[in-house]
C-alpha cells in the first residue's frame, strides 16, 4: 500500500467514525501513522485535497463495482431495472457515501461535477450499446444516462425498494413501448408577470436582484440603498439577515415562472401539449432571467446542489405540489405528479449541461426533442393506475 493510498484510508475511517467536518488533517496524520509534513507533500491541497481525493477514489470504486453488476446481463430493460435497484441500495449502505447525504451533501459536490462528464460518458456508452441502430441512437443512450444519474441522486417520488415500482419507472420513463404517443408541435414560451413592487419584500427582493446582476458584494447595506429604505427596516423585516433576503427573493420569482407556466396550460389540450409548454417556458426563462444566468456564471455549484440528493427531493416534492394540479385536466393525479417531477428533471439536467441534442431557447428543437425522448413515456406514465386518487401522497424517504 502507497503512502497515498494509506491517508485516503484513514481519511475514510475518520469521516465514518467523526463525520466530513470533524475530519482534520491532524487526526488523519496519527491515523495512518505518518507525520503532518508528509500528509501536506502527498497532498499539498491540506484537508480540502484529501477529502477531494478520497471522494473521487469511492465514487469510481461505487461505479466500478456497478458496471461488474450490470456487464453481463442481456437486454436494456435489464440492466436498468437491476442496475437502478443495486445502485441506490449501495448508495444507501456505503459507509462514507451515506454520510455524506446524510451530513453535507456539498462535500460531494465539486467531486461530482468534475466526475460527471466521466461518469455520464462512461453510462451512455454502455446502455447504448444495448440499443438498436438508427439516428438517434447515442442521443438516447445520452439520454438515459442522464435520467438514471439523476435517480441514483434522487429517487423522487419512486421507491426503490420496491421491484415493482422500479419496473414501472423503466418501462414508463426511461423504455416506454407505448404506441399511443402522439406527436406535438413548438409551443409559445410565455412571459413573466410583471413584477411586483407593491410590498416592502417585492421591492427589496428586486433591489437584492439588481444588485446580483451588477456583481455588487450584496450586503445589507446596499440593498438598503438601491431599495430606499433605511437598514433598521431591512433588518426588521428580514432578521435572517442576507440568507433570509435571498430566500424571499427566491420564492417571489418561483412564483413568477410558476405563473408563467400555469399561463401557458391555459391553451394547451393534450398532456403532451402541457408538458412541451412547460420545457418550453421554464428553459426560456432559466436561460434567459438575468439572475439566473448571472448565478450559473458565478456560482453554477449552488444551482447544482439544489438538484442532487436530499435537496432535490425537497425541489422536486415543491415543484410537483405546484405543477401537478395543473396537469390533472388531462391525467390522474399519480401520473400527474410523475410527470411533473420527471419534467424537472429534464429540464434542469438538460439546462445546466448543455446537450446538442436540443436547443433548450429553440421552441422547435424543444418540441422535436420531447417527440424522440418523452411522448412514448408521458402516454405510458398517464396510463398508471391511480392509486393516488384517495388520501394524501406518502413518499418513502432515504
Same mark, same amino acid.
Given at each position: 500500500m502507497t503512502t497515498a493510498e494509506a491517508i485516503l484510508d484513514a481519511a475514510g475511517r475518520n469521516i465514518i467514525a467523526h463525520g ?31 477529502? =477531494? ?44 457515501? +451515506? ?20 461518469? +455520464? ?16 441512437? =447515442? ?18 417520488? &419512486? =421507491? ?53 446582476? =451588477? ?22 423585516a428580514f432578521p435572517g439577515g442576507r440568507w433570509s433576503l435571498v ?19 391555459? #391553451? ?32 453554477? #455549484? ?12 425537497? +425541489? ?13 385536466? &388531462? ?10 417531477? &420527471? ?7 438538460? &439546462? ?18 420531447? +417527440? ?13 393506475? #391511480? ?12
Amino acid at each position: 500500500m502507497t503512502t497515498a493510498e494509506a491517508i485516503l484510508d484513514a481519511a475514510g475511517r475518520n469521516i465514518i467514525a467523526h463525520g466530513f467536518h470533524a475530519t482534520t488533517v491532524d487526526a488523519v496524520a496519527r491515523d495512518a501513522g505518518v507525520s503532518r509534513a508528509t500528509v501536506y507533500r502527498v497532498y499539498p491541497g491540506g484537508r480540502a485535497d484529501i477529502l =477531494d481525493s478520497f471522494l473521487s477514489r469511492e465514487v469510481e470504486r461505487f461505479f466500478e463495482d456497478l458496471y461488474e453488476h450490470v456487464r453481463t446481463l442481456r437486454n436494456l430493460e435489464t440492466v436498468l431495472v437491476e442496475g437502478l435497484t443495486y445502485a441506490r441500495k449501495r448508495i444507501i449502505a456505503h459507509p462514507v457515501l +451515506n454520510v455524506a447525504l446524510v451530513e453535507d451533501s456539498t462535500v460531494l459536490e465539486s467531486t461530482f461535477d468534475v466526475m460527471f462528464a466521466s461518469i +455520464n460518458e462512461a453510462i451512455a456508452e454502455f446502455v447504448t450499446s444495448y440499443l438498436p441502430e438508427g439516428p438517434h441512437r =447515442d442521443e438516447r443512450g445520452d439520454f438515459l444516462s442522464r435520467m438514471a444519474l439523476s435517480y441514483l441522486s434522487a429517487p423522487g417520488a &419512486w =421507491d426503490f425498494d420496491d421491484h415493482s415500482q422500479v419496473d414501472a419507472l423503466v418501462r414508463s420513463e426511461l423504455i416506454p413501448t407505448s404506441s399511443t404517443a402522439r406527436v406535438v408541435g413548438p409551443a409559445r414560451p410565455r412571459d413573466l408577470p410583471p413584477v411586483e413592487e407593491t410590498t416592502l419584500q417585492q421591492r427589496v427582493a428586486r433591489a437584492l436582484q439588481e444588485e446580483f446582476v =451588477d456583481g455588487v458584494s450584496l450586503s445589507m447595506e446596499s440593498v438598503a440603498r438601491r431599495g430606499d429604505v433605511s437598514r433598521a427596516t431591512l433588518y426588521r423585516a428580514f432578521p435572517g439577515g442576507r440568507w433570509s433576503l435571498v430566500a424571499t427573493a427566491v420564492e417571489i420569482e418561483t412564483a413568477r415562472i410558476l405563473a408563467a407556466v400555469a399561463s401557458g396550460l391555459v #391553451d394547451a389540450t393534450t398532456i403532451d401539449d402541457a408538458v412541451v409548454s412547460v420545457l418550453t417556458t421554464t428553459w426560456h426563462h432559466a436561460t434567459s432571467h438575468p439572475a439566473l444566468t448571472r448565478l450559473l456564471e458565478v456560482r453554477p #455549484d449552488l444551482i447544482h446542489d439544489q438538484m442532487r440528493f436530499a435537496k432535490a427531493q425537497r +425541489n422536486f416534492e415543491v415543484f410537483t405540489a405546484q405543477v401537478a394540479p395543473l396537469l390533472a385536466r &388531462w391525467v390522474g393525479r399519480e401520473a400527474s405528479e410523475r410527470i411533473a417531477e &420527471w419534467t424537472l428533471r429534464v429540464m434542469f439536467s438538460y &439546462w445546466l449541461d448543455p446537450s446538442p441534442a436540443v436547443s433548450v431557447t429553440d421552441p422547435a428543437s424543444v418540441a422535436a426533442f420531447y +417527440n424522440r425522448h418523452l411522448a412514448a413515456g408521458v402516454a405510458a406514465l398517464s396510463q398508471l393506475p #391511480d392509486h393516488r386518487r384517495h388520501g394524501p401522497v406518502v413518499r418513502k424517504r432515504h
